[in-house]
């Protein structure tokens, strides 16, 4: 069966510092891969998402990065945090064919401070 | 722009009765359609879902029903239980586009 991680689970940051969250994917091959993210009182923002090894499609230009350097893995990072950051991020994936629900991660709970 | 929408913030009923809660959408290249339940601090889960050729899925005590003239679908919970309050979510897809849109959320409140 498939499974996705997501870590860490809740990361406290000052303004300023560097980000780097990590999600890998279990039991499946080349599936689709997204962040997203949930900022207080808002539904849930696209902010990457990966067909595969390399390409990434950025839906919201921010203060954010995102790569996938094995076909597994989904690293969401920034260079340097600003309070906006601030929020519950979440990854997911999907199957590369037709239309499929997608699948989330625990998510990770982010406050820069 | 919002492409899914979900007026309502939150939603309460009591116990044993129906839930219905609602979602539009803008974009008419949506072609699927989703709803995902989340608990506090939880990844949202998959609860069902239906493909425009359909104006209705049914899977238990959840029922989606696609309204696509209207651009509107809704997510049915009957009975209603306590376990079922939480965060609800609506998704859209277009084909080939690999994304899924989510709205804003209703919070479904289960009175027992």
């Known amino acids: 069966s498939q499974t996705i991680h997501q870590w860490p689970a809740t990361l406290v940051q000052p303004v300023g510092s560097p980000l780097s969250l990590e999600c890998t994917v279990e039991g499946t091959s080349n599936p689709n891969l997204y962040w997203y993210r949930q900022a207080a009182g808002r539904g849930l923002q696209l902010l990457f998402y990966?067909?595969?090894?390399?390409?990434i499609s950025s839906e919201v230009p921010q203060n954010l990065s995102a790569s996938r350097p094995q076909d597994r893995q989904f690293i969401l990072s920034s260079k340097k945090l600003l309070l906006s950051d601030s929020g519950f991020y979440l990854c997911?994936?999907?199957?590369?064919?037709?239309?499929?629900?997608?699948?989330f991660g625990q998510g990770t709970r982010l406050t820069v401070v | 722009d919002q492409q899914v929408k979900q007026n309502s913030p939150s939603l309460s009923v009591q116990e044993g009765r129906i839930s219905i809660l609602n979602c539009d959408y803008t974009n008419s290249m949506f072609d699927y359609f989703l709803w995902y339940k989340k608990y506090p601090a939880e990844g949202p889960t998959f609860l069902i879902s239906?493909?425009?050729?359909?104006d209705k899925n049914e899977d238990g005590r959840f029922t989606v029903f696609l309204n696509k003239s209207a651009k509107h679908l809704s997510l049915h919970i009957v009975p209603s239980q306590p376990g079922d309050s939480a965060v609800y979510f609506c998704a859209a897809s277009a084909r080939g586009t690999y994304k899924y849109i989510f709205g804003t959320g209703t919070r479904l409140k289960v009175l027992a």
């Open positions: 990966s067909v595969g090894i390399g390409q």
């Open positions: 239906i493909s425009s050729i359909k």
């Open positions: 997911a994936w999907s199957v590369d064919r037709g239309h499929t629900e997608a699948f």
